[in-house]
């Protein structure tokens, strides 16, 4: 078993090996933190392992006696909690983990659930921080993240070295804020994404070369993050490889639409943009990637191409 500290630096913990944690994990061990790691899918635990320094735990609960920092990465605040609380409050994390850990949910979960597992955990003499991440793939593997940390201040202060061991952390407020801002921000990443495969499919449809759509809209006021890195990269390309699944946006967006409601505010945008990525994981299915909304835009044109 690891035990809480080697060779200086404590052993962190990590929960979720998947396109995002496995390059997390690789900036913790480069800044030499060891990294006990597990995951529910023995494939993706196997390419966390393969990393010197790399350790997998055979179980949630190891993870739990061994870490005083422990970071989530999973599929949402559903899973989260599942994992922590274990199912209907028993097992999982929370059971096992010694006073004062400090959990770091950088998974991109809903605020509100967020507050309430707080709460649960502040019971048990735990503090929840949230620390969701932004940049994507890439970002992960250049330990490059924008990281939105929400939560009590010195349980932040205390993660903070292994936070920029990934990225750039930048204090949000109370605990959900992270959260909040993360569902907020991919909605506006959405809504840019989807304004570029318009323009593409109008423009290509007038005769214009894809290389020079991008280069006339990365050098004028449309330039945004999908028209500098994802057109070229993933969409003319045709890789559609970008590692961010169509289900993980369209929950992004759900999150931010539920957001909406409980402030008692509109944003027609963002529902509208919910409805075209439900459509999308219908028909291209949860584990396409989210570059792939170009086909549904296309076809929305009624171009013959896809
Ligand atoms: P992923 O699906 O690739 O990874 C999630 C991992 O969680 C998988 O390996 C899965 O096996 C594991 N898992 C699921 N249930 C589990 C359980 N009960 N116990 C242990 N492991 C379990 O997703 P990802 O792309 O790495 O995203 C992770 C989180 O980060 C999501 O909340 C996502 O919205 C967010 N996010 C992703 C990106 C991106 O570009 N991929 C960018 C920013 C934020």
Wanted: charged share 20%; aromatic share 2%.
């Amino acid at each position: 078993m690891v035990g809480e500290m080697q060779g200086g630096q404590p052993t962190i913990g990590l929960i979720g090996l998947g396109n995002m944690g496995v390059p997390m994990s690789a900036c913790l061990l480069r800044a030499g933190y060891h990294v006990l790691g597990y995951d529910i899918s023995a494939t993706n635990a196997e390419r966390f392992s393969a990393q010197k320094g790399a350790r997998r735990a055979a179980g949630i609960e190891d993870v739990g006696r061994a870490c005083r920092i422990i970071i989530l990465m999973l599929p949402d605040g559903n899973v989260v909690r599942e994992v922590v609380l274990g199912n209907d409050s028993k097992g999982g994390l929370a059971a096992v983990c010694a006073e004062g850990t400090v959990l770091v949910d950088m998974s991109s979960s809903a605020p509100t659930g967020t507050r309430e597992l707080g709460e649960d955990l502040a019971k048990r003499g735990l503090t929840l921080i949230d620390a969701p991440v932004s940049g994507g793939v890439k970002r992960a593997v250049s330990g490059t993240l924008a990281i939105m940390a929400g939560g009590d201040k010195s349980a932040i202060a205390k993660v903070q070295p292994v936070l920029e061991a990934m990225g750039k952390p930048i204090e949000t407020g109370p605990l959900g804020s992270g959260h909040a801002m993360k569902a907020l921000n991919n909605y506006v990443s959405a809504a840019g994404l989807v304004a570029a495969c318009e323009a593409l499919a109008v423009a290509e449809r007038f005769g214009i070369e894809p290389d020079t759509i991008v280069k006339v809209l990365n050098s004028s006021t449309g330039r945004n993050n999908s028209t500098e890195n994802k057109l070229n990269q993933f969409i003319i390309s045709r890789t559609f490889n970008a590692g961010f699944t169509v289900a993980l946006m369209r929950k992004d967006l759900a999150t931010a639409v539920d957001l909406a409601k409980a402030t008692n505010a509109t944003m027609p945008l963002a529902d509208t943009l919910l409805a075209l990525w439900a459509e999308a994981e219908k028909r291209l299915g949860g584990a396409a990637d989210h570059t792939e909304i170009h086909r549904l835009v296309a076809d929305g044109q009624s171009s013959s191409e896809k």
